[in-house]
C-alpha cells in the first residue's frame, strides 16, 4: 500500500486482508477441530471418545466464531475486526505461554501463524481505518470502502 494513495484504496485493500485472514484462521480452526475425531475414528475403527469431542467442540466453535467475524468484517463492521485482532492476540498469547508452561517446549505453529496473521492484518485494517477518518473532510464521516 503506497503512502499517497487513495485513502479509500487502502481502507478497501486493508478490508480485505482482515477478511481473507480471519477467514483462513476460521476453516483452519475448523480443521484442526474435527481432524483429531477423524484420525481417531480412522485409526481405532471405535467410536470417539468424549475427551476429544470436548477438545474438538471447542476447537470448532472457535473456527465458527472467526468466520462469523469474517461475514461481519465484509459487512464493514468495525467491532468484529476489533474482535477478530483481541481474540488472535488471546490464542496466540495462550499458545506462547502453554508451549512455554507445558515444559516440552514445542509450539503448534499452525494456529500461532494463522492467529498471528489475523491480528496483523486486522490491526492494519483499524490503523488504515482510522488514518482514513483523521484525513476524511467532515465529522463524523467515515470512508466507504
Known amino acids: 500500500m503506497a503512502a499517497n494513495a487513495d485513502p479509500r484504496k487502502r481502507v478497501r485493500e486493508a478490508f480485505q486482508l482482515a477478511q481473507g485472514a480471519t477467514l ?18 480412522i485409526a481405532s475403527r471405535t467410536a470417539v471418545d468424549f475427551q476429544t469431542l470436548g477438545v474438538c467442540s471447542v476447537t470448532l466453535l472457535l473456527g465458527m466464531t472467526f468466520v462469523g467475524l469474517f461475514v461481519l468484517i465484509r459487512g464493514r463492521i468495525e467491532w468484529a475486526m476489533r474482535a477478530a485482532l483481541w481474540t488472535g492476540v488471546f490464542l496466540l498469547a495462550g499458545s506462547v505461554l502453554m508451549s512455554l508452561l507445558g515444559g516440552g517446549g514445542t509450539l503448534s505453529l499452525f494456529p500461532a501463524l494463522l492467529a498471528g496473521a489475523t491480528v496483523f492484518t486486522n490491526w492494519l485494517a483499524i490503523t488504515a481505518l482510522n488514518a482514513a477518518r483523521a484525513e476524511s473532510p467532515g465529522p463524523g464521516s467515515t470512508p466507504s470502502a
Open 24 to 41: 483462513c484462521m476460521g476453516l483452519g480452526l475448523l480443521v484442526w477441530g474435527v481432524a483429531p475425531a477423524a484420525v481417531q475414528r
